[in-house]
């Protein structure tokens, strides 16, 4: 992949992370503190775990990105998780950092989106993959979280247009 490639590549994953969002922001609000601990079965995360998951590692994604390396630093995440002390910390947290994170994304040079970064020794890709893989991750855990909401007493948010909880004209 070229710098040029790479330039389009990451305007285009950029705008698409950018769109889910919002919804990802709606998720994660409606969960109620007092359904912190639900889980559907226990294999299954917590809503608390999968709350800050989502918010920490979507963050974690675009840092691994402008760095150039992926490392996950286990003490350093359950720090900022444990700082956490509610949902609303949770969201608040995320709606200021995420979108300062994916604007530095936006910013960097083709050269650097179009760079070969290593993903844990599993596989080798140009920088601006990432992005993309980042959205990805997000969705499937914004989705694990949003089937929660309604065992919790909860409602599901829009996501993809109307919910039975927000029907049109709502």
């Given at each position: ?82 700082s956490f002390t509610n949902v609303d910390a949770v969201a608040a947290w995320y ?27 599993a596989w080798k890709a140009p920088a601006v993959n990432y992005v993309g893989i ?37």
């Open positions: 992949m070229d710098s040029t490639q790479a330039t389009f590549l990451a305007e285009q994953l950029t705008a698409l992370w950018e769109s889910e969002f919002k919804a990802t922001c709606a998720v994660l609000s409606a969960v109620p503190d007092s359904g912190r601990e639900y889980r559907p079965d226990a294999k299954s995360r917590t809503a608390w775990a999968l709350a800050t998951h989502i918010a920490v590692s979507d963050v974690w994604f675009l840092n691994s990105v402008l760095g150039g390396a992926f490392v996950w630093d286990v003490e350093k995440t359950k720090a900022l998780e444990g709606k200021e950092t995420f979108p300062a994170k994916l604007a530095e994304v936006r910013a960097m040079s083709g050269e650097k989106l179009s760079s070969e970064v290593d993903f844990f020794g980042g959205n990805n991750h997000s969705v499937h855990h914004r989705g694990q979280l949003a089937s929660y909401l309604r065992a919790m007493g909860s409602k599901v948010p829009p996501i993809y247009g109307d919910s039975a909880d927000f029907p049109s004209g709502t």
